[in-house]
């Protein structure tokens, strides 16, 4: 099928890291996903990349999600070439915790600004269809595990947790006076690792944050050795808890989902969470150690203070993810943390 005869779907943020995987994980669905990112966290290489792996000119457009005008050209355009939105991936936000601490501003204008401007260019061109990146820091430190979609939300221990927690508010309330609107809210856990190719990966800039990306640089020798933040938690040997997904697991949940929309018959709106987990969670000991197993690499680390804002352990119940998008994880994660290592290398020699 060529480019211009598929259902084209728009991915906000489709230049960064779960959004390029997620465009190559449509376009192998049959769908022509059209990237559009502003290049704020990213760069061309993730575009070329998703390009490489499509084996097609997927298109790309440099836009700023909060520039209605420019949504509007975009989908004009798109309509007129006869190929209109049938539904939109959301991913475009920022995305770091401390810094959403240092500039809460910021992350309310591009976060939930964002998401507005975009749903009411939306409304213009009648696009119904959305699919929503959210998180599971939408939960807090749950009271029990495995959480599942009725947990409560806990206030947010963060300026960007509480941009989640807005983001769905506004698409629950929007979708109350728009009966034809069908919403997925994807509360991701962990994503990690990176296409099994290369070619497509996490960009971290700067000191990477998260386990794994600082992980895989500590390995490669470009930071110093890991830091486990905090030994002392009532965990089985003292470290926090996550649930990590494959990102082309991931990936794959946002295809799962959009056809979900597309599925929809009811007369009323539909907006409905979903966990995307893996239903099981790995200590970060547990990481290092099965990081070592899959790729026969040792990880200097060594144990240091908490972090401030860690919850202890969480991790999902998936069941309605894979009772109503019939999607659950594949891939172990042995093989998401080989993967990640392979990008890094991949990185190392680019
Ligand atoms: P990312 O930073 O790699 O990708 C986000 C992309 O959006 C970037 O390419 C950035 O340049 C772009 N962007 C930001 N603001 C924009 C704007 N105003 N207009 C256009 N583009 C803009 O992050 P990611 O890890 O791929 O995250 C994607 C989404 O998933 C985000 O909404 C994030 O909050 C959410 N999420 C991520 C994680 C995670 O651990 N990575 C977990 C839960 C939820
Ligand atoms: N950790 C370390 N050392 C590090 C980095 C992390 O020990 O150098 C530990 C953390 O303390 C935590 C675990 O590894 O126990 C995972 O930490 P990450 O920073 O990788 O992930 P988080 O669970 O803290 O947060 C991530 C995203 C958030 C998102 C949240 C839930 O960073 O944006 O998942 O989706 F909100």
């Known amino acids: 099928m060529s480019t211009s005869s598929r ?3 728009l991915v906000t943020g489709g230049a960064g890291y779960i959004g390029s995987h997620s465009a190559v994980a449509l376009h192998e669905a ?11 966290n990213s760069d061309l290489q993730a575009v070329n990349g998703v390009r490489e792996l499509c084996g097609e000119p997927v298109p790309f457009h440099q836009l700023d999600v909060r520039d209605g005008e420019g949504l509007t050209a975009l989908f004009t355009s798109l309509e007129e070439a006869g190929t209109p939105l049938q539904g939109i991936l959301h991913f475009a936000a920022h995305k770091a915790v401390g810094e959403s601490v240092a ?4 992350y309310a204008s591009n976060n939930v600004g964002g998401l507005g401007t975009l749903l009411e260019v939306a409304d213009a061109h009648n696009i119904r269809n959305l699919v929503f990146s959210s998180s599971c820091t939408v939960y807090g430190e749950p009271e029990n595990v495995p959480v599942d979609e009725s947990a409560p939300f806990q206030p947010a221990e963060s300026p960007y ?3 989640k927690q807005a983001s769905e508010r506004v698409l629950t309330d929007h979708a109350a006076t728009h009966p034809e609107h069908r919403v997925a809210l994807l509360r991701y856990f962990n994503p990690i690792g990176a296409h099994p190719s290369a070619s497509i990966g996490e960009l971290p800039l700067g000191v990477p944050n998260n386990l794994v990306p600082f992980l895989t640089q500590a390995v490669a020798g470009i930071r110093g050795a890991l830091t486990v933040f905090g030994d002392d938690y009532p965990t089985a040997d003292g470290t926090c808890i996550r649930d990590y997904l494959h990102v082309m697991d991931l990936a794959e949940a946002h295809v799962a989902a959009l056809k979900w929309c597309l599925a929809q018959k009811s007369r009323e709106a539909v907006v409905r969470p979903f966990n995307l987990g893996t239903g099981s969670g790995a200590s970060v000991l547990e990481v290092i ?12 680390y ?5 972090r401030a804002g860690d ?3 969480i991790w999902a119940n998936p069941s309605r993810a894979k009772e109503e998008l019939g999607w659950e994880t594949k891939r172990s994660l042995e093989t998401a943390l080989a993967d990640a290592w392979r990008w890094q290398q991949a990185l190392k020699t680019a």
């Open 103 to 106: 500039h809460p501003a910021m």
């Open 289 to 300: 150690r099965a990081f070592e197993r899959a790729t026969g690499e040792r990880v200097p």
């Open 7 to 9: 259902p084209h779907v």
């Open 161 to 163: 947790g509480w941009t």
């Open 302 to 306: 060594a144990m240091g203070d908490r």
């Open 311 to 313: 919850v202890v352990a």
């Open 30 to 40: 049959g769908f022509t996903p059209v990237l559009m990112d502003n290049l704020h």
